[in-house]
T-cell receptor, first 114, second 112 residues
Framework: AQSVTQPDIHITVSEGASLELRCNYS??????LFWYVQSPGQGLQLLLK??????LVQGIKGFEAEFKRSQSSFNLRKPSVHWSDAAEYFC????????????FGAGTILRVKS | DAGVIQSPRHEVTEMGQEVTLRCKPI?????LFWYRQTMMRGLELLIY????????DSGMPEDRFSAKMPNASFSTLKIQPSEPRDSAVYFC??????????FGPGTRLTVL
């Protein structure tokens, strides 16, 4: 069965600093990978996705993620964090053989200090 | 595009009452998902439909929960009778085949 691990429950970074959120997955086949962001009181918004092709994918709001098959990882990065990036971030792996069922990680809460 | 629409946005009810949550997926999407989010358990998939047919309901916690999708533009999640431990935010999401899911704003349910 698929699983997703986000090892960091909370991360605090200074505004303007770089950010990397970790995500490791377990999946037998080629995974479909996603990062979603959730602001307080809101639904989840898709940041970026990886289905195939270039392993470095660009998303919205200046985020990018790199798929590394050898490490079973799909880490999210941003070169310079803005205060508005404070939110909870979820990594997910998709089982496209059974519709679009997603398995989500537990989430990482990002705090941005000024 | 209006996105996924959920109603009500907030629901406060008393234990033992029936609760019905509603979802309108994005037009043209053929998969619909119901999730529950709590601090303790995170984001859990309850059930999902493909072309209006329930595919996987293994996440439905117990018989008190039921979900229907009578047509491609409407789904309901019903809890009867409700209990305080059902208090959570319930999300609906929809997608096209082999594509990302789009989430609604959620319904915050409080059972007193």
């Amino acid at each position: 069965a698929q699983s997703v691990t986000q090892p960091d429950i909370h991360i605090t970074v200074s505004e303007g600093a770089s950010l990397e959120l970790r995500c490791n997955y377990s999946y037998g086949a080629t995974p479909y990978l996603f990062w979603y962001v959730q602001s307080p009181g809101q639904g989840l918004q898709l940041l970026l996705k990886y289905f195939s092709g270039d392993t470095l994918v660009q998303g919205i709001k200046g985020f990018e993620a790199e798929f590394k098959r050898s490490q079973s990882s799909f880490n999210l990065r941003k070169p310079s964090v803005h205060w508005s990036d404070a939110a909870e971030y979820f990594c997910a792996v998709g089982d496209m053989e059974y519709g679009n069922k997603l398995v989500f990680g537990a989430g990482t809460i990002l705090r941005v200090k000024s | 595009d209006a996105g996924v629409i959920q109603s009500p946005r907030h629901e406060v009810t008393e234990m033992g009452q029936e609760v019905t949550l509603r979802c309108k997926p994005i037009s043209g999407h053929n998969s619909l998902f119901w999730y529950r989010q709590t601090m303790m358990r995170g984001l859990e998939l309850l059930i999902y439909f493909n072309n209006n047919v329930p595919i996987d309901d293994s996440g439905m916690p117990e018989d008190r929960f039921s979900a229907k999708m009578p047509n491609a533009s409407f789904s309901t999640l019903k809890i009867q009778p409700s209990e305080p431990r059902d208090s959570a935010v319930y999300f609906c999401a929809s997608s096209l085949a082999r594509s990302e899911q789009f989430f609604g704003p959620g319904t915050r349910l409080t059972v007193l």
